[in-house]
């Protein structure tokens, strides 16, 4: 993994998206270069290199934007084609959108299908060959756990899950006296030797510590020091979540981790780039989908005659509440009395509320709380204050995703399910935590790509 303004990123996916790039750009000069070769004329885009980097462009986005830059298993040739295909397809459908504004940039019928067969047949073969070559033992992380109780039966987990872009060898754990092992006996590491001895012998690149008391006298200073100044990477389960599942983890977090890790930006750049980013995205959001916005409150107008919007107190930045405001998708007067989380087929919502919930349509009008400065674009989502306080009791650091503005999207948004209850919003805070830590402007643009997926699929809605 690499790190890009404090967000990690697979180095196979970060490769694989270079190669294809370089692919995507080379199938315009393929076509041209055979279009000319069979007499057939030229090119119709006035500036063939920003058409080809458009081009390049607008497929790399459809892909991401349908996870092809995110997936949790091999892809052989027939699931590679199934996934390209709608890629493709969404990448035509923008370009031609684009073609449409600006018209100079208009390849030409024939040399446009041409540039999309060779273009697709590039990609195919990049990947072909970025997998196989993530396959090699020569790519594997080899690791050594340090424990063997529950939070190491929960990394050697999330390492075996690990498919496709950045894969794991887990040797086996080492157990420490004191503590409760879980992991079965046939994953544990023969003692004797030193760790270090141990590490070179398996040839492990990394050892994972995953104990949560490190004041007991069975604790391995000494020898986890050997490691880091032999070559071996040392790391806690922490870190070994942070990097691998975007995850800061209540269960394995000491508040040390929070105050030294680093993170946190709240700069006067980061301040002023958000809000910049904020406005511009907002802006060109609520352009592209006021006709939907405007069909909607038609819909729910229309539907049992109640009014369009959708008024409600959430907590934001520094525990402030303000007022969110979404389009109605339940019945009038559906959540009086005593707060309820939202439940799968509510039975409180609408026929026109279902179908804007699923699209996420009803989250649209927030982006003028945005204007107002009361939420980003990117961030936690606000919840209510009654769920505020009774998660705040019962959940460590749950306030700490109040140190930035909520967000209309968000990670949590994008890589969990809709949270609807305590043990949902314990998931949910420990991809907020990563956010707050690491946020970025970049980090930032990924959501908002992943958005466009999670809204296309209608994932984790109700």
């Known amino acids: 993994m690499i790190r890009i303004f404090n967000h990690y990123v697979s180095k196979m996916a970060f490769i694989l998206l270079l190669v294809e790039l370089v692919m995507l750009l080379a199938s315009v000069s393929v076509a041209s270069a055979i279009w000319v070769s069979d007499g057939q004329g030229h090119f119709r885009a006035e500036n063939l290199y920003v058409s080809s980097l458009t081009f390049a462009l607008v497929i790399i986005f459809s892909m991401s934007a349908l996870g092809m830059y995110q997936h949790g298993s091999r892809e052989g040739m027939r699931t590679t084609l199934f996934r390209i295909m709608p890629s493709f397809a969404l990448g035509f459908a923008l370009l031609s959108a684009l073609i449409a504004v600006r018209p100079e940039m208009y390849f030409g019928r024939g040399v446009s299908s041409a540039i999309f067969a060779i273009g697709a047949l590039g990609v195919v073969l990049a990947r072909l060959v970025v997998f196989k070559s993530a396959e090699s033992a020569l790519l594997e992380a080899r690791l050594i756990f340090i424990g063997s109780g529950s939070m190491a039966r929960e990394c050697m987990d999330l390492a075996g899950s690990k498919f496709g872009f950045h894969q794991f060898k887990v040797v086996g754990c080492i157990p420490v006296a004191g503590e409760e092992g879980v992991v079965h006996e046939a994953c544990l590491l023969p003692m004797g030797d030193s760790l270090l001895t141990m590490a070179r012998k398996y040839e492990a690149s990394e050892v994972v510590v995953t104990l949560s008391n490190r004041r007991e006298s069975g604790f391995p200073t000494r020898e986890l020091l050997e490691c880091a100044l032999g070559g071996v990477r040392v790391i806690d389960a922490a870190t070994f979540f942070e990097r691998e599942a975007c995850q800061i983890r209540l269960d394995s977090l000491q508040p040390s981790y929070l105050i030294f890790g680093g993170g946190f930006d709240q700069s006067f750049y980061r301040a002023t780039s958000k ?109 209510r204050a009654y769920f505020v306080d009774e998660l705040a009791r019962e959940v460590p650091y749950y306030n700490v995703r109040h140190g930035i503005k909520p967000g209309i999207t968000g990670l949590a948004q994008v890589r969990y399910q809709y949270g609807a209850s305590t043990q949902d919003a314990i998931q949910k805070l420990q991809y907020d935590l990563y956010y707050v830590k690491n946020n970025s402007l970049f980090l930032d643009l990924l959501i908002l790509i992943d958005t466009v997926q999670v809204v296309l699929m209608g994932k984790g809605s109700r």
Request: hydrophobic residues 45%; without cysteine.
């Open 275 to 383: 809000r910049l980013f904020d406005l511009f995205a907002s802006v060109l959001v609520g352009l592209i989908a006021m006709p939907v916005m405007l069909v909607t409150a038609a819909a729910i107008r229309l539907d049992d005659g109640g009014p369009v919007f959708y008024r409600q107190e959430r907590v934001g930045r520094d525990g402030r509440v303000f007022r969110v405001l979404k389009f109605r998708s339940m019945h009038k007067n559906a959540e009086e009395g005593v707060p309820t989380w939202a439940t799968a087929n509510d039975p409180r919502a609408t026929r026109v509320g279902r179908i804007i919930r699923t699209l996420r349509i009803d989250e649209l009008p927030q982006i003028f709380n945005v204007f107002r400065g009361e939420m980003s674009f990117v961030g936690p989502r606000p919840e």
